[in-house]
């Protein structure tokens, strides 16, 4: 461990919560499936401000910009694929 790693802030549960912009039981459910780096203080579960970029930067996805998104298939009478539809109900 190096010096700036000693001086480190540590976040709570709710500030890594409101960094993620998700709610505090996404992030407990992360701790419990190990998802995602933590420290037990105690008690207490803290997180590093340097364990969260990486989470982040694991977590993130590029963008495919080489190939261009299929197109949704429209039936000529206007309506979605038939195939795209939930079976119509059956008239009595």
Do not use: C
């Not at 419990?32 to 579960?45: D, L, Q, S």
């Not at 261009?68 to 539809?85: F, M």
């Amino acid at each position: 461990m190096d010096q700036q790693d000693r001086h480190e802030r540590l976040l709570t549960l709710d500030q890594v919560a409101e960094r993620l912009g998700v709610r505090p039981r996404f992030v407990r459910g992360l701790v419990a499936e190990r998802r995602i780096t933590f420290y037990k203080v105690g008690r207490y579960i803290r997180f590093s401000e340097r364990d969260i970029a990486d989470y982040l930067a694991a977590a993130r996805i590029e963008a495919a910009t080489s190939a261009p998104l299929p197109r949704r298939r429209i039936h000529p009478s206007g309506a979605r694929h038939p195939r795209s539809r939930m079976h119509p109900k059956e008239s009595t």
